[in-house]
C-alpha cells in the first residue's frame, strides 16, 4: 500500500471524489478536520457511505483516547464489519486494548504522536494480531519533541520504521505532507522517507497522490538488479537460504534475496494498481 488519502468526514459531497482520486485506501477523518459541532453529523454520514459504497479499502480516523467523541465515534462505526480505525495519539498498549474491546472486529493502525508513544511504538505494534500498522503524527511528535524542521525527526522516523519491521508489520507508511502547492519538498520528503526504510505516505490532497507513488517507485536499475538476482538464486536452485555468485562476481546472500524480493513484489503491486 503506498498511498492514503484523508477526507473530511463532514464532507460527504467529497467522499466519491476521494475514492475516485485512486489512493489505496481512503481515511474518513472524524478527529483534526472536524470541528467539536459537526462530530455526530460527520460520523453519520461516514458510516452510512461506507456502508452503501463498497469501493475498496477505507479506513476511519476516530477522535483520541480520552476525549468526549471517542466513545460515540467507536460505538457508531461498531455497525461496520471489520472496519479499519485509524487511532490517532496512541501511547500505550491499553490504549489499543480499549478500542478492541468495543470494537472486536476492528484493525488498527496506530498513529504515535508523542514521545511517549514514540518509546513504546514496538509494545503498542505488538499489542494484538488485530494491530496492521503504526505511523507518525509528525506535526505533535515535532512540537512535543522541541525540534526545528522535519529534519529533526529522522531519527523518530528510523526508530518507528524499526519498530514496525521489529513487529512484523513490514515498511510503514510516512505522515502527511501540509503543504499541498509544495511538490519538490514534497517529492524530496518522500525520497528521505523511502531512504529511511518507509513506503509511502499519507496525503491530504488527491494532487499530492501521484507524486508520492512516483517517488515510491523502485527506479528501472533497481528493477533491474532484483530480476537479475531472483532469476540467479532460481537458476542456482539454492532459495533464500544459500549463498551465490552472481554473473558480474558479486556474492549474494539471503539478506540481499530477501530485498530483491521486496522490489520485486512491490514493482508488481505498482504496475498492477496502474492497471
Given at each position: 500500500m503506498l498511498t492514503a488519502l484523508y477526507v473530511p468526514a463532514n464532507r460527504p459531497d467529497r467522499f466519491a471524489k476521494a475514492v475516485a482520486a485512486g489512493p489505496d485506501v481512503v481515511v474518513f477523518d472524524l478527529e483534526d478536520a472536524v470541528p467539536v459541532g459537526d462530530k455526530a453529523d460527520a460520523r453519520g454520514w461516514a458510516v452510512a457511505w461506507i456502508a452503501a459504497n463498497a469501493a475498496g479499502p477505507v479506513e476511519v480516523r476516530v477522535n483520541a483516547p480520552g476525549t468526549p467523541w471517542i466513545e460515540d465515534d467507536l460505538a457508531a462505526v461498531a455497525a461496520v464489519p471489520r472496519i479499519r480505525i485509524r487511532l490517532p495519539k496512541v501511547e500505550s498498549a491499553a490504549d489499543v486494548h480499549a478500542v478492541l474491546e468495543q470494537v472486536p472486529s476492528a484493525r488498527i493502525t496506530?498513529?504515535?504522536?508523542?514521545?511517549?508513544?514514540?518509546?513504546?511504538?514496538?509494545?503498542?505494534?505488538?499489542a494484538d494480531p488485530r494491530v496492521v500498522a503504526?505511523?507518525?503524527?509528525?506535526?505533535?511528535?515535532?512540537?512535543?519533541?522541541?525540534?526545528?524542521?522535519?529534519?529533526?525527526?529522522?531519527?523518530?522516523?528510523?526508530?518507528?520504521?524499526?519498530?514496525?519491521?521489529?513487529?512484523?508489520?513490514?515498511?510503514?507508511?510516512m505522515s502527511v505532507y501540509p503543504h499541498v502547492n509544495d511538490e519538490d519538498g514534497?517529492?524530496?520528503?518522500?525520497?528521505?522517507?523511502?531512504?529511511?526504510?518507509?513506503?509511502?505516505?499519507t496525503a491530504i490532497h488527491p494532487r499530492q497522490l501521484a507524486a508520492i507513488v512516483e517517488s515510491f517507485t523502485p527506479s528501472a536499475v533497481q528493477v533491474a538488479e532484483a530480476e537479475a538476482l531472483l532469476a540467479a538464486v532460481e537458476k542456482a536452485g539454492v532459495a533464500d537460504g544459500g549463498v551465490i555468485v552472481l554473473p558480474d562476481g558479486r556474492m549474494a546472500d539471503p539478506a540481499m534475496v530477501g530485498r530483491a524480493r521486496e522490489v520485486a513484489t512491490l514493482m508488481r503491486e505498482i504496475e498492477a494498481r496502474q492497471g
Open positions: 496506530a498513529l504515535i504522536e508523542s514521545p511517549l508513544g514514540l518509546e513504546k511504538a514496538f509494545e503498542i505494534a505488538t503504526i505511523t507518525l503524527g509528525e506535526a505533535d511528535l515535532q512540537s512535543s519533541l522541541g525540534v526545528d524542521g522535519p529534519d529533526g525527526l529522522a531519527w523518530a522516523r528510523g526508530r518507528l520504521v524499526s519498530a514496525s519491521r521489529a513487529a512484523g508489520l513490514g515498511a510503514p507508511m514534497l517529492r524530496r520528503t518522500c525520497l528521505e522517507g523511502r531512504a529511511l526504510g518507509f513506503v509511502g505516505r
